[in-house]
């Protein structure tokens, strides 16, 4: 197993307020790891810590290190672009561009000075038949990306990202405003997809960790709690309160 993002005494403050403590663990190339815990416990300010999205919020500081391929992304050298390329990020809430279907996936490349557009049709249709959507809208990639269905949107999202070639994907509860055959069918796409990426993903839903998920990092205030492969956590907590958070005992 390789460690594709490494955590070293990782530390973030709000102010004054201390949102992470003391994070020490791995997440493994071409694995799916998730994140569970109840509300406000920190997973989704760690996974924007690890492309430095927090870096848009004031006072934000940070103490420790997060390495990718051995690189620590708060070093004072690293370019936020590339890092940004490295690591793409899919939302709660799927949030296309009010443009067509075809032009939200190649805004990425378009940006980062492909124009060819022998090139970018190639782009279009090898990210969105990743994405599994490649069938349901090939015959319209000129309608606005806004008039898909819930779930659809967040396959076209997946798909942008894709055209930037991240080799991590962040994913911040990405189910959680879809039905569920559209869940599952998200849920294909990610086991898909980590064969050739490295995911992390925040879920409240603790089946959807043990269906997806290899590892499975606990949350609590700031805290990870408890950190193993995900059918051992689920079915041998070694901690109490993970044993407790796992039987709906609390969150
Ligand atoms: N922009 C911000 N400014 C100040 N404090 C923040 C900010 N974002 C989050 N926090 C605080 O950091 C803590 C962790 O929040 P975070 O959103 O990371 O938790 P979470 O586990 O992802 O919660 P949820 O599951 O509800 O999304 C909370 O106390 C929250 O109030």
């Known amino acids: 197993m390789t460690a594709k993002i490494e955590v070293h005494d990782f530390n973030l403050f709000y102010g004054k307020n201390q949102a992470l403590h003391d994070l020490n663990f791995q997440l493994n190339e071409r694995e799916v790891t998730a994140f569970i815990g109840p509300s406000g416990c920190g997973k989704s300010t760690f996974l924007r810590s690890i492309n430095r999205m927090n870096d848009l919020i004031p006072n934000v500081k940070v103490r420790g290190q997060i390495k990718i391929d051995q690189q620590n992304v708060y070093d004072p050298h690293q370019d936020l672009v590339e890092l940004r390329k490295h690591v793409g990020m899919v939302f709660q809430q799927p949030n296309p561009f009010p443009l067509s279907i075809y032009d939200n996936v ?120 408890e950190f193993a492969q995900t059918q051992r956590l689920f079915q041998q907590p070694t901690q109490q309160k993970t044993a407790e958070y796992i039987a709906g005992q609390f969150g």
Not at 121 to 150: F, H, M
Not at 154 to 176: G, K
Not at 202 to 209: E, G, L, P, R, S
């Open 106 to 225: 190649v805004y990425g490349p378009r940006i980062h000075g492909i124009s060819k557009k022998a090139e970018l049709n190639e782009i279009v249709e090898r990210t969105l038949k990743q994405a599994n959507l490649w069938d349901e809208v090939k015959d319209r990639l000129d309608a606005p990306a806004l008039g898909l269905s819930g779930g659809q949107q967040q396959r076209l999202v997946i798909a942008r990202v894709l055209a930037i070639q991240p080799d991590i994907i962040l994913m911040d509860e990405p189910a959680s405003a879809l039905d569920p055959i559209s869940t599952e069918r998200l849920e294909e796409l990610i086991i898909q997809l980590k064969e050739s990426y490295t995911i992390v993903i925040v879920t409240h839903n603790m089946q959807q960790a043990q269906r997806i998920s290899d590892q499975t990092a606990f949350f609590l205030n700031g805290y990870v709690v």
